[in-house]
């Protein structure tokens, strides 16, 4: 009658005492792993944190609002494909399909 859990990452089954040296080494080596790839020149690695980075663009990066208003400060892509920061000068009318100029 062994009192225990199941790891949440790995499935492995543990007994309550070594549960929690368990899950710290899941976190060590998630940090070591995490480490590695943002330091290798791999076109995998490299391809990998791309899409992370993409993936984490629609999750509230600077610059990713839902609104903005005049004045305020913005990050944006520009057709070159580099990020610019600036700030918002002019805003259409609600129902104006472009932005009118100021």
Known sequence: DQEGAACQLCGVWLGAKELADHLAAHKVHDQWLDREMKSSTS?????????EMARA??????????????????????SDGRWYGGHVRAMPDVGDGGGGEE
């Open 43 to 51: 076109a995998v690695d490299i391809t990998a944190q791309l899409v």
């Open 57 to 78: 663009g629609g999750a509230g990066l600077p610059g990713n609002r839902s609104h903005v208003a005049v004045g305020d400060a913005v990050l944006v892509r520009w």
